[in-house]
């Protein structure tokens, strides 16, 4: 079984950008297509992109195309969430999964989790 650990969140102000990490382990970490998502209190947990095996497709949620990047780092096992233009309604404890599915954007297709990271955003 895959072990994910994400790191980079913090308090940021609107308009700022944070760069997420998601360090893999154990269990053929290069053989999953990987996620990130993020649950807000009150909410539930919201898909926000994937990555495949290699790197080479992606998939967003419409709410933060063109504004987040997921990529990874193989020879790191690494995935990564850039993610810019940050709103307060951003706010919420990120997280970063692992599936043997590439595309899917339903949590319970994803079979590891790590701990998460809270991002904060003011305005």
């Known amino acids: 079984q895959v072990l994910l650990v994400e790191s980079g969140g913090g308090l940021v102000q609107a308009g700022d950008s944070l760069k997420l990490s998601c360090a893999a382990s154990?269990?053929?970490?290069?053989?999953?297509?990987m996620g990130w998502f993020r649950q807000a209190p009150g909410n539930e947990r919201e898909f926000l992109a994937a990555?495949?095996?290699?790197?080479?497709?992606?998939h967003y949620a419409d709410s933060v195309k063109g504004r987040f990047a997921i990529s990874r780092d193989n020879a790191e096992d690494t995935v990564f969430l850039q993610m810019n233009s940050l709103k307060p309604e951003d706010t919420a404890v990120y997280y970063c999964?692992?599936?043997?599915?590439?595309?899917?954007?339903?949590?319970?297709?994803?079979?590891?989790w790590g701990q998460g990271t809270q991002v904060t955003v003011s305005s």
């Open positions: 999964a692992a599936t043997r599915l590439f595309y899917t954007n339903i949590a319970t297709d994803y079979s590891a």
């Open positions: 990555v495949s095996l290699t790197g080479s497709r992606t």
């Open positions: 154990g269990g053929a970490a290069g053989s999953y297509a």
